[in-house]
């Protein structure tokens, strides 16, 4: 019952971290839409990825799990999907701190928790109310600045 394309993928070469050009991509197209957002005078706010596993957890990611995000990209093995999670929301730290704009640091709250994803990176519906509960909460600490 499991997906045998899976299977292949991740036994072949699968990398564990993305090519430097596109961790710097990733930093420029960030910087890129806070400068749009900002011509259109509007407050950015950035937001870090969480996931259901961390590298911290990953060793108890199912197999099914694993095998299923593999059928979207072939390139990332899921040791490298879980680092580069966690290097995109160093960088997005790093940018909201160098810009000054408000970052819902969802990775901080649920990043490692499968109890609120039904799939590596899809949450459930406790885990769109937690997003939205920690949207809310943030967006009000910000502006109560």
Do not use: C
């Amino acid at each position: 019952t499991d997906y045998i394309g899976g299977n292949l993928k991740l036994n072949g070469p699968l990398k564990d971290k993305l090519p430097a050009e596109m961790e710097q991509d990733f930093a420029a197209q960030i910087g890129a839409f806070l400068r749009s957002v900002r011509e259109q005078g509007a407050e950015p706010v950035l937001m870090t990825f969480a996931a259901s596993h961390s590298s911290e957890n990953l060793d108890d990611l199912p197999r099914s799990i694993r095998t299923s995000f593999v059928r979207y990209s072939s390139y990332l093995s899921p040791e490298g999907w879980a680092a580069t999670i966690e290097r995109y929301n160093e960088q997005l730290r790093e940018i909201a701190r160098a810009e000054g704009v408000a970052l819902i640091d969802l990775e901080a709250d649920l990043h490692g928790d499968s109890d609120f994803f039904v799939d590596y990176v899809h949450f459930n519906e406790a885990g769109h109310e937690r997003v939205a509960q920690l949207i809310a909460e943030q967006l009000f600490q910000y502006l109560d600045r």
